[in-house]
C-alpha cells in the first residue's frame, strides 16, 4: 500500500514516515483488514489527527460518528482521497485498490442506494468510486423516513 501511494501522506504528501491506516476499521469490518482500497497512506501527524476524532470501539447499535465510532464523512473523505490519487496518476481503481463484494454489501445494508451497487456489476462505476459514494450521502432510510415524516405533517395539517 505504501509503494502503492508513492510513500508519502496522500493527505498533505508528506514523504517521510508514512504510515499505514485502514479507512474502515478491523474492529468494524475485520473481513476487509488486508483489502488493499481498505488502506490510506497517511503521516503521524495526519493519522494522529483522524484517530483523535474516531478512535473508540465502534457500536452497531449507535449512528455512525457516536461515541468516537466510526464516522461516514471521514470514510468517503479518506475513499475519495485514494480515487482522487488513483485517477491523477493513472492507476486503475478495481486493480490496486481491491474492494471485496462483502465489503460492498456491507457498505449497501447501511446506506442503501441499491443503483450504485448495479453500476458496479455493470462496470460503469469502480469499487473504489462506490464506497466514496455510498458513505458521501445521509443513508437511503434517512430520506424515506423524513418523507414520510413529511407526508404525515401535511396530511394532518390538512384535516
Request: one cysteine or more; proline letters at 4%.
Amino acid at each position: 500500500m505504501k509503494t502503492r501511494d508513492g510513500g508519502r501522506c496522500l493527505n498533505c504528501g508528506q514523504e517521510d514516515g508514512s504510515q499505514a491506516h485502514h479507512v474502515m476499521r478491523r474492529t468494524l469490518v475485520p473481513f476487509a483488514a488486508l483489502e488493499l482500497g481498505n488502506g490510506i497512506s497517511l503521516c503521524r501527524p495526519c493519522h494522529r489527527m483522524v484517530h483523535a476524532r474516531f478512535n473508540g470501539r465502534p457500536d452497531p447499535a449507535l449512528p455512525m460518528g457516536a461515541a468516537q465510532g466510526d464516522d461516514q464523512d471521514e470514510w468517503s473523505f479518506l475513499f475519495g482521497m485514494l480515487m482522487d490519487d488513483a485517477t491523477k496518476r493513472g492507476l486503475a481503481h478495481d486493480e490496486l485498490y481491491f474492494l471485496s463484494d462483502e465489503l460492498l454489501h456491507f457498505s449497501l445494508a447501511y446506506q442503501g442506494y441499491e443503483p450504485l451497487l448495479e453500476a458496479v456489476a455493470d462496470g460503469e462505476l469502480s469499487r473504489l468510486r462506490f464506497m466514496h459514494e455510498i458513505w458521501r450521502a445521509m443513508p437511503e432510510h434517512f430520506y424515506v423516513g423524513l418523507a414520510s415524516e413529511l407526508g404525515a405533517k401535511l396530511l394532518a395539517a390538512g384535516q
